[in-house]
T-cell receptor
Framework: DTGVSQDPRHKITKRGQNVTFRCDPI?????LYWYRQTLGQGPEFLTY????????KSRLLSDRFSAERPKGSFSTLEIQRTEQGDSAMYLC?????????????FGSGTQLSVL | GQQVMQIPQYQHVQEGEDFTTYCNSS?????IQWYKQRPGGHPVFLIQ?????EVKKQKRLTFQFGEAKKNSSLHITATQTTDVGTYFC?????????????FGQGTTLQVKP
């Protein structure tokens, strides 16, 4: 399978704990995006990378959130001191720029539940 | 802020009936994309519209982009049970040369066999 891979699929944590999610994009895609989706809503943009450079962050991304893509391949999203409001599906997507407007390929997501 | 609104939120149809979902933006979009998310799944790209007034078809699906590039619609003719899922429109602003999309809330389609 050469699609976007996310790990873990599900994460249950207690409020105040730190969590980290991983995303492996499609190998030739140099852009990588993080989105968050809550029940009954569309995905909301969080941040994106081109290669290892983080080019944009949403105002939704508080100081407790940090994302990295150290070698321009996989990416991690860390949430520190989790809150119940962080409970959501965290979706990663990748794309190839420069081929007209970008089409996103989403992974299956990591479902976070903060108790 | 920039918003994309989508209606209706839910639609239940009998198999064979048509279905339409509408998408409206508060500001002009550079392009609009449509995604389908099956229950328990992730969004899957369907199509992208770029030009004012553009119409594209994929088998039973017809996509339109408004003349003012502020609205769009997806019409499904003769729905089938395989059409079940949530349909999202997603727009971009500015140059539109990134995957930073503003998604609508989605329309969830249920099809009764």
């Amino acid at each position: 399978d050469t699609g976007v891979s996310q790990d873990p699929r599900h994460k249950i944590t207690k409020r105040g704990q730190n969590v980290t999610f991983r995303c492996d994009p499609i190998s030739e895609h140099n852009r990588l995006y993080w989105y968050r989706q809550t029940l009954g809503q569309g995905p909301e943009f969080l941040t994106y990378f081109q290669n290892e450079a983080q080019l944009e962050k949403s105002r939704l991304l508080s100081d407790r959130f940090s994302a990295e893509r150290p070698k321009g391949s996989f990416s991690t999203l860390e949430i520190q001191r989790t809150e119940q409001g962080d409970s959501a599906m965290y979706l990663c997507a990748s794309s190839v720029p420069g081929q007209g407007r970008e089409k996103l390929f989403f992974g299956s997501g990591t479902q976070l539940s903060v108790l | 802020g920039q918003q994309v609104m989508q209606i209706p939120q839910y639609q239940h149809v009998q198999e064979g009936e048509d279905f339409t979902t509408y998408c409206n933006s508060s500001t002009t979009l550079s392009n609009i994309q449509w995604y389908k998310q099956r229950p328990g799944g992730h969004p899957v790209f369907l199509i992208q519209l770029v030009k004012s007034g553009e119409v594209k078809k994929q088998k039973r699906l017809t996509f339109q982009f408004g003349e003012a590039k502020k609205n769009s619609s997806l019409h499904i003719t003769a729905t089938q049970t395989t059409d079940v899922g949530t349909y999202f429109c997603a727009g971009t602003h500015g140059s539109g040369n990134t995957g930073k999309l503003i998604f609508g809330q989605g329309t969830t389609l249920q099809v009764k066999p």
